[in-house]
């Protein structure tokens, strides 16, 4: 393993230096931080809106079959009442402009429909009508009743449910969350390095520098340097991207309306975590060695290109196969599924976050996985090997394993 | 005098087609060496299967007493006839990866890479991305990292292509820098001037046989003293076409 430092360190500083790896790292990131702003500047104008719904300077007027609107609420937020037998009028008077606003409930607001006509404003803010005649109907239909049926109906009651698994507290819910962390990374790693490693020998190929390589460096230092290196900048895109996420949760977690993470009171199960970080590890030495492979056997990155669809069908396949996880964890199917080294990622993950997951048969798993990795990291040798200077046609598996 | 290559009844093949067959020959410590042939006579196979890159279908290929390998100890410095070198990355990113891969210090990488950059006139060209370069350029990026790390055994595979007559002129220069140094070379070459001028013996591969092989002074005299060029005309001038090299 001479020189599998300097492979590491060429590798790893190349692709830092690439465009492409930053606008990948940080482009989740910066997708969760936009996502983050809207919804923050949606709530913040929906209840902005609910609040000054008494400043609202415009002039409408409201008629009402149901009953159910209250005239004193109408009064306050700056409407006026009116006959519904004028209904026509009023909204002759929006058509004609000496009216903003003409507000309809009909007598059945169940099958019926409550209309509302408005003169322009503007495309954002001729929702305002819509949101008046929303905000009095609701609180027409909240002052008539009591607090604790106000709730009710709003849902806004909490329910503390407590379940018990072996005489001991046991929330499956928040169980899952620390194993559920390595299916996550799992899925985000191979979505955004998948690619990368399938590229990172074709590159050697196509810039025809693999026979200088060749004679310079072990084939077998070359790879696992590469693999390496490929797990290093993993960590490191992973770094980037769940530092500023939980940097945004801390700072503004109350703005976004996001729910309050309380980690101390997630249980730690040692077990299912270790569990997990064997499939992880397993998994994506099995993936990273797969891609390498087949980016080592064609001759260019378009047909490589070809295969990533087919790795990516067989690793996320079975999350169509999902629901089955959680319904019958002991079908053959997901015993298969689970087994069979190319497909157990996601189900052993997934599984073993769900708390369905045999012991025996989650370090059957891991042991296929590993064996698996280590058998296909070695065909990729092979493959850099022997299809080095295949330059413009693929390697057939006959020719990889005939040759000595 | 000592053997530093041995090639002893090599045979090779691409499926059902012989490209080599029981070609035996070696080159001498310290000397230097032409293997020369047309296109498709075998010159970059004959390479390849030494160096590890191909396996033989028989026979042995040695160099310093046993088959080529990147940890057996010897400072190789190869040339080859596909040319390429990473094309998005800086010159001297590059040269220093080979020089490290070859064994030297960062220090020592940089010193010799931007030694060489001087010499070539690219020193100004050292942060450069490869692909800015000019395929001549890039010529000369590869040549410098082929002498990196003061190679004993040079194999230089159809240097000159590519090269204008100035550059061929530098490259010559280098060779000679190289062979004063004691360092074997192996020059893979269709240039018979260069030849002549660098060459202490020679072997000329036909259908993947020797058709001449022996010191350039017995090869000529063998040919009745005709020059390298008209020796070479008189084995491959029946060829009306060519083929891929192999």
């Known amino acids: 393993m001479h020189n599998l430092g300097t492979v590491i360190r060429f590798e790893i500083t190349r692709t830092l230096k690439k465009k492409t790896f930053w606008i990948m790292a940080l482009g989740f990131p910066l997708i969760f931080a936009v996502v983050g702003c ?289 319904s019958a964890p002991h079908n053959p199917f997901v015993t298969f599924l689970s087994l069979f080294p190319f497909t157990a990622p996601i189900p052993l993950l997934l599984r073993n976050a769900l708390g369905n997951l045999d012991v025996w048969q989650a370090l059957l798993g891991i042991a296929i996985l590993f064996v698996t990795a280590v058998i296909v990291m070695s065909v990729a040798v092979r493959v850099f090997r022997f299809g080095a200077l295949e330059y413009s046609r693929k390697l057939s598996l006959r020719e990889i394993f005939s040759r000595k | 005098m000592t053997q530093i290559i041995q090639i002893k009844d090599f045979s090779m093949g691409f499926g059902d087609v012989t490209v080599i067959k029981d070609l035996s020959f070696h080159v001498n410590k310290g000397e230097t060496f032409g293997l020369l042939g047309s296109n498709g006579s075998g010159k970059t196979t004959t390479i390849r299967a030494l160096l590890g890159i191909y396996p033989p279908r028989s026979g042995e290929l040695l160099i310093s007493g046993k088959p080529y390998s990147v940890s057996g100890g010897v400072r190789l410095g190869y040339l080859p006839e596909e040319r390429g070198l990473y094309k998005k990355e800086p010159v001297i990113d590059t040269m220093l990866y080979f020089g490290q891969l070859k064994g030297l210090t960062r220090e020592r990488a940089y010193s010799e890479a931007m030694a060489f950059l001087e010499r070539v006139g690219l020193a100004d060209k050292a942060k450069t991305r490869l692909d800015k370069l000019s395929g001549g350029q890039q010529q000369k990026v590869q040549l410098g990292i082929t002498i990196m790390a003061d190679p004993e055994l040079l194999i230089l595979d159809e240097p000159t292509k590519g090269f204008d007559p100035v550059n061929r002129r530098l490259l010559m220069n280098i060779i000679e820098d190289h062979q004063k140094k004691g360092a074997t070379v192996v020059l893979v070459t269709h240039q018979m001037e260069e030849v002549e001028r660098l060459c202490d013996r020679i072997i000329l591969l036909k259908d993947g046989a020797a058709a001449a092989y022996g010191t350039v002074k017995e090869v000529r005299e063998k040919h009745g003293g005709k020059s390298l060029d008209d020796i070479f005309i008189s084995i491959y001038g029946d060829e009306d076409k060519g083929g891929d090299n192999a």
């Open chain 1, 38 to 326: 809207i919804i923050y500047f949606s709530h913040r104008a929906t209840d902005d809106a609910s609040k000054n719904l008494d400043q609202q300077k415009f002039s409408f007027v409201v008629s009402d079959e149901s009953k159910a609107i209250k005239p004193v609420i109408v009064t306050a937020t700056g409407g006026k009442m009116d006959d519904p037998a004028h209904k026509q009028q009023d909204i002759d008077a929006v058509k004609n402009g000496s009216l903003d606003g003409y507000i309809f409930y009909p007598a059945d607001l169940v099958h019926g429909t409550v209309e509302v006509y408005g003169k322009n404003v503007d495309i954002f803010n001729n929702s305002r009508y819509s949101s008046v005649a929303q905000a009095i109907l609701s609180l027409s239909a909240s002052s008539a009743v009591s607090p604790n049926v106000k709730a009710a109906l709003a849902g806004n009651t909490s329910i503390n449910f407590t379940s018990y698994r072996d005489g001991a507290v046991y929330d499956p819910i928040k169980r899952a969350i620390l194993p559920a962390v390595f299916l996550v990374m799992f899925y985000f790693l191979i979505a955004f390095f998948g690619n990368q490693m399938l590229t990172s020998t074709t590159e050697e190929k196509e810039n025809r520098v693999i026979e200088m390589l060749l004679t310079t460096v072990e084939a077998r230092t070359l790879i696992i340097g590469k693999i390496l290196s490929l797990i290093m900048l993993s960590i490191i895109q992973g770094l980037i991207v769940i530092i500023p996420v939980i940097v945004g949760y801390l700072l503004f977690h109350d703005k976004l309306n996001l729910p309050n993470l309380d980690l101390s009171s997630l249980p730690v199960d040692w077990g299912a975590i270790g569990i997990g970080f064997g499939v992880f590890a397993a998994s994506f030495l099995l993936f990273t060695g797969l891609l390498v492979a087949i980016g080592a056997a064609v001759p260019t990155a378009k047909e490589a290109g070809g295969f990533f669809g087919i790795v990516m069908v067989l690793i996320f396949g079975p999350l169509y196969a999902a629901s089955l996880f959680v």
